[in-house]
């Protein structure tokens, strides 16, 4: 778990509804981050429609499409047949997609981060402590970032 994340998460209220910009602004960057690891072309095709979404081409009813197709392509992915089961990376990184498109944050953001460290190396990467830490940094900067980005971008009251 991202501590730091989750404290920046809660002191932005990231959950909150109006800030569901920002919110699926960031799962769109922790889904682009482990994108090269999807196996189903399906599921670079829902990510394509929150990456359109944030830029305001795709509405609502499409992103929920999405959405809901992700999650389906997420739960049937077959997982890795080799022994150390680096193929797994494909799966959290399908469910991280899964996430991402329904805004769930902290969800998207655990899956990419597991992803992209088990993609790294296996079960070995996961079982190190600190295996995590240059995603968890990487994500704490990103959500940063996109929270200035976000505050320069609102009117001045």
């Known amino acids: 778990m991202n501590e730091a994340l989750t404290r920046l998460a809660t002191s932005l209220r990231l959950e909150a509804p109006e800030n569901r910009p920002l919110a699926l602004a960031f799962c769109l960057a922790c889904a682009r981050r482990v994108e090269h690891l999807l196996e189903e072309p399906e599921v670079a095709t829902c990510l394509r429609v929150l990456a359109r979404h944030v830029d305001g081409l795709a509405d609502a009813a499409a992103l929920q499409a999405a959405a809901s197709e992700a999650a389906v392509l997420a739960n049937r992915h077959r997982g890795s047949r080799s022994i150390d089961g680096c193929g797994h990376a494909a799966v959290s990184a399908s469910y991280g997609v899964a996430?991402?498109?329904?805004?769930?944050?902290?969800?998207?953001?655990?899956?990419?981060a597991y992803a992209a460290v088990y993609a790294s190396g296996g079960y070995a990467a996961v079982a190190e402590r600190d295996a995590f830490e240059s995603e968890h940094d990487w994500q704490l900067q990103q959500l940063q970032a996109l929270a200035v980005r976000d505050a320069a971008l609102l009117p001045a009251s």
């Open 99 to 112: 996430k991402a498109l329904a805004g769930k944050a902290m969800e998207a953001a655990q899956y990419c």
